[in-house]
């Protein structure tokens, strides 16, 4: 009963949402409402070190949660004032995500709309960055590099102001991309968001001491590219430094000297707090240096910079205010009740993956094929997954196993909860490592 009690709100929701978008999309979506019945099925196999998780959570709707967005926009639940501020959940029907990403914008008279792209190199902490301005963690993070495989979007959406981040692959060399066998879409991805930016945020990791000191290559290419678009500065992981005084020297070689047109006064850069830009100082004279230069090093033309822990909410709501500051008169791209365009399939990949990423030694994450066998709702409004894990080597089975299941078992729990924060209800999480024949 439980079952089919979930199944008829599902239901309930997918219609209200095909009749408010017109009877041409209404039969269109109509064709598909039968694949939300299709989700008994149960995949029987043999397998060797599977996990299972499930947590439970105290909220009081065991389908979505409080704060589901679909429900918001459908007028099904009226969410507590309180929570109003709180970012949107995503849903863990793909229906429902879909129907959400084609519905119109609930704009207010007067909106604005603003559109980000973060560069950066890789491991520079841009998803970190996105999870922590839209406040809910929605895109992989993980200590080794090339976490982010292709664009991803997400979306903040605060009073009248609309900022769509795009939260981009580390730029590398095409010479990168064919020595490890990258995707193309690493070396593509970062260029084509720049085609529509209306402003670009540059991370640069202070921490790594071997590749502070100067913009990348593909970086400074970006940014020579698309001169018009205008960019601010992030000097990331400022918590790691010991000495502080460092970032005065960062400041001077990354901006070459100059910030908002202005000679940057040294004076006034130490006095830089971590979380507050740069305030931009009293000029000597614009500078007017050429961009391109073969010896370049840094970019002249940041309108601000920023220094933060992408890890502290305090540092980085400085940094969002500043982007929903800088929103331009528009229309929203998206309703409020959006969070990522991600469907849920990807964004349960993304974090299995980042969590394979961050217990795996060495290349052997790179190496595991992941492929979803089961995604259906439970009796009691959970959502179940279960997901092979398909590996290439006898003894890879056995590390990601682990002794007694015990690693393979972490990285479920591990996943389960992200996916709770994210999908806003209970999540069973079954993991699968097989053999790759």
């Not at 009081?60 to 109003?84: M, V």
């Not at 540059?202 to 001169?227: A, E, G, H, I, M």
């Not at 822990?309 to 929203?332: C, F, I, M, N």
């Not at 959502?383 to 089975?397: G, M």
Request: hydrophobic residues 40%; aromatic residues 4%; glycine residues 6%.
């Amino acid at each position: 009963m439980a079952a089919a009690g979930g199944r008829a709100v599902t239901l309930l929701r997918v219609m209200l949402g095909v009749r408010q978008l017109g009877p041409t999309a209404a039969r269109e979506w109509g064709a598909r409402l039968s694949s939300l019945f299709d989700c008994q099925r149960r995949c029987v196999s043999c397998f060797a070190g599977a996990a299972f998780s499930g947590p439970r959570l105290a909220s009081a709707s065991r389908h979505h949660g409080q704060s589901s967005a679909l429900d918001c926009f459908l007028g099904l639940s009226q969410p507590d004032s309180s929570l109003t501020s709180r970012p949107p959940g995503v849903s863990m029907h793909r229906d429902e995500q879909d129907l959400l990403l084609v519905h119109r914008p609930d704009m207010p008279e007067n909106p604005r709309v603003l559109r980000v792209v973060l560069l950066g190199a890789p491991n520079a902490g841009k998803s970190t960055l996105s999870n922590q301005l839209l406040g809910r963690k929605v895109f992989p993070v993980s200590k080794k590099v090339h976490t982010t495989r292709c664009q991803a979007l997400g979306v903040i959406t605060e009073k009248e102001a609309q900022v769509i981040l795009l939260d981009t692959p580390g730029l590398i060399s095409p010479v990168k991309q064919k020595r490890h066998h990258l995707e193309l879409s690493l070396l593509e991805d970062p260029w084509k968001s720049m085609e529509s930016a209306d402003l670009v945020v540059v991370l640069v990791d202070v921490s790594d001491k071997w590749t502070r000191n100067q913009l990348s290559p593909q970086v400074l290419q970006c940014l020579t590219q698309f001169s018009q678009v205008p960019s601010v500065l992030v000097m990331n992981k400022v918590d790691c430094l010991k000495q502080k005084s460092v970032l005065l020297e960062l400041t001077a070689a990354l901006t070459e000297g100059v910030v908002n047109g202005k000679k940057l006064k040294m004076r006034q850069a130490l006095r830089s707090q971590p979380g507050t830009p740069c305030p931009s100082p009293a000029a000597k004279g614009p500078n007017t240096q050429s961009v391109g230069g073969p010896q370049r090093i840094g970019w002249p033309h940041f309108r601000e910079i920023f220094m933060l822990s992408a890890l502290s909410q305090e540092d980085v709501k400085t940094l969002k205010h500043y982007l929903l500051a800088q929103a331009r008169p528009g229309p929203w791209e998206f309703h409020s009740g959006v969070l990522t365009s991600q469907t849920p399939e990807e964004i349960c990949a993304n974090i299995i993956r980042e969590k394979l990423l961050e217990h795996l030694p060495q290349e052997m994450p790179y190496s595991v094929q992941q492929r979803t066998v089961m995604w259906e709702e439970g009796p009691s409004g959970e959502l179940v997954i279960e997901q092979k894990l398909l590996v290439p080597k006898e003894s890879h089975v056995r590390i990601l196993i682990g002794p007694k299941g015990h690693l393979i078992s972490q990285i479920a729990q591990e996943v389960s909860r992200d996916l709770m924060d994210i999908f806003l209800c209970d999540v069973r999480l079954r993991l699968i490592v097989k053999l790759l024949k």
